[in-house]
């Protein structure tokens, strides 16, 4: 069963256009199999969006300390990691790589915004505390 959320009425679960082509009790299947990933892929957006707020967090921090947007090290050690739980999951450890990559170039770009916002605050307003 498809979770109904706000804002998806436009979404049609049983949308296909194998529908009509192939037997109803394997388009029935697929479908269930279908309503699955479409769970999936809603718990993927939401766990997405709170590791951006985790991460906008730490770029508010960052920006506060004045501190490089990005950190290869950190970067390096969690790409690594991810490819070894991709490879105990039996993900391709290319792909999962390929994603984190995607996702830490947007958290960077997040901070790179961030930390230009701080500092244009800064400037406007030069007697306010630095760390505030």
């Known amino acids: 069963m498809t979770q109904h959320n706000p804002g998806s009425d436009d979404f049609d679960p049983s949308a296909s256009s194998l529908a009509g082509h192939v037997d109803n009790s394997v388009m029935a299947e697929l479908l269930s199999i279908r309503s699955s990933i479409d769970n999936i892929d809603a718990t993927l957006v939401y766990l997405l969006a709170e590791r951006f707020k985790a991460t906008q967090k730490v770029g508010f921090l960052k920006a506060a300390h004045r501190l490089?947007?990005?950190?290869?090290?950190?970067?390096?050690?969690?790409?690594?990691?991810?490819?070894?739980l991709a490879e105990d999951a039996h993900l391709d450890p290319a792909f999962a790589e390929k994603f984190l990559n995607f996702i830490i170039g947007e958290v960077i770009r997040h901070h790179e915004a961030i930390a230009e916002d701080h500092q244009a605050s800064a400037r406007a307003n030069p007697h306010s505390s630095a760390l505030a």
């Open 68 to 84: 490089p947007a990005g950190d290869p090290g950190r970067e390096a050690a969690q790409i690594a990691r991810l490819r070894r």
